[in-house]
């Protein structure tokens, strides 16, 4: 099978060096074909894209720095191959487990992913709770069970991912953003347990930022994808709202709570027909 792994880049000089070599040995490993490694150098200040050039990677370069997701878009779309793997510089994913992909990869999936296990994978107890908001989110929006939401470690069909490119985000929600793309599409996607290593200079994570545009990305995948989805989860909410109004009002008998509960009881009709209103839209601008 013919592989292009792509690496986006920013300020990885420490480990960009190593990451290369265990690459070209994953990539040996996996069989005979035409292999390449694409570096995206994110506009570095330091000599990233050179060490990359110097170790026989194809640098696509950056004059500032766009993000993750740009970077991940132009690497894809300067492959030679179909086979795309994605994997960070900053020797958190094994590479060498790259075989193992490849090989669940061939029997037929749409996509593969690494599946981070392990203690550097929970790290602080701020991103812990996060991610778990985050993964009840994805999964409600997919209606289906996904172990990684944005791991960074995965092997995928070049056309079918670029043909979501519009879709998807060019920062760090990228990964996020194309697992959304792929579920909300029936698209066939395994998980397969890796080992999420220790992290080799500094996190470009910006944590507050970055959770808050991947609400985003969520809250447009559901817009775009199943947009009654999200008119249900509103509409429901009223409704148990009024609920709570009509029980208040038997207890204490408050004719204010009455009425707000009535209210309540509108608002969820009104809400769940805007849904049925947009659902149709989609499919008609789908078609």
């Known amino acids: 099978m013919d592989i292009s792994l792509v690496i986006p880049a920013y300020n990885e000089e420490r480990a ?3 990451t290369i070599e265990q690459a070209i040995a994953a990539l040996e490993a996996c069989g005979p074909g035409a292999h390449e490694i694409i570096v995206v150098d994110d506009g570095s200040s330091d000599n990233t894209a050179e060490l990359a050039a110097q170790h026989g990677a194809k640098v696509v370069q950056h004059l500032q720095n766009l993000g993750y997701g740009k970077s991940l878009k ?3 779309t300067n492959a030679a191959n179909d086979a795309i793997v994605i994997a960070d510089a900053d020797g958190t994913y094994p ?5 193992s992909l490849i090989e669940r990869y061939a029997l037929g999936f749409d996509m593969v992913v690494g599946e981070r296990t392990g203690p550097n994978y929970r790290e602080s107890v701020f991103k812990s709770p996060l991610r778990k ?3 009840l989110l994805v999964e409600f929006t997919t209606g289906r069970r996904i172990p990684d939401v944005n791991s960074g470690f995965r092997v995928f069909d070049r056309q079918l991912a670029m043909s979501y490119f519009n879709h998807l985000c060019d920062t760090l929600s990228f990964t996020t953003s194309l697992t959304l793309s792929y579920m909300m599409n029936n698209k066939f996607v395994d998980y ?3 080992s ?3 992290r080799i200079g500094k996190t470009k994570v910006r944590l507050l930022s970055d959770s808050m545009r991947t609400l985003q990305y969520i809250s447009q995948a559901i817009l775009y994808y199943d947009p009654l989805k999200i008119f249900a989860a509103v509409s429901f909410f009223c409704v148990v709202l009024s609920l709570i109004g009509f029980a208040m009002t038997l207890v ?3 004719r204010s709570t009455y009425f707000l509960a009535i209210g309540g009881m509108l608002v969820a009709i009104l809400v769940f027909c805007l849904g049925l209103v947009a659902d149709l839209l989609k499919q008609i601008l789908i078609k």
């Open 196 to 198: 999420y290593g220790p």
């Open 133 to 135: 908001v985050l993964k």
């Open 192 to 194: 397969i347990p890796i």
């Open 95 to 99: 590479i060498e487990d790259l075989p």
């Open 16 to 18: 960009i060096v190593s």
């Open 252 to 254: 204490f008998q408050l």
């Open 74 to 76: 132009d690497g894809i």
